[in-house]
């Protein structure tokens, strides 16, 4: 059984990384490419050229679109108060690299506090 090779809109990724950016804006959703379309600023472009250089790169741009380019790669994504390391697979072209890290923790709640129902208020605090 031959192993299956991955096509974003009918393109593999050897494919979409030889492609100029417009092209590739072309296949991404009406946002992203609204976002290419219009040019990258200077941080995005800063993070484009390091990853050209390296294999890990720290940054706190969310809204960053995953390009062809980034696949293989490791971006440790800033999260409000730490940095998550996601490596960059093909299934991830077009996402945002917000979507990739969740900001807010999972709320796990225990038993309530005294007060915290009526029936708790006839308990007598010893």
Do not use: C
């Amino acid at each position: 059984m031959p192993e299956e090779i991955f096509r974003y809109r009918g393109h593999t990724v050897e494919e979409l990384k030889a492609m100029p950016i417009e092209d590739v804006a072309d296949l991404l959703p009406a946002r992203q490419r609204r976002k290419i379309n219009r040019g990258f600023t200077e941080e995005e472009i800063g993070l484009i050229r390091d990853l050209r250089e390296d294999d890990h790169v720290r940054t706190h741009l969310r809204n960053m679109i995953v390009l062809p380019q980034f696949i293989g790669k490791t971006i440790h994504i800033h999260k409000g108060n730490n940095y998550k390391p996601i490596e960059i697979i093909p299934e991830m072209i077009g996402m945002y690299l917000g979507e990739l890290v969740l900001t807010r923790k999972k709320v796990d709640h225990s038993r309530p506090g005294i007060g915290a129902t009526k029936s708790s208020a006839a308990v007598s605090v010893r």
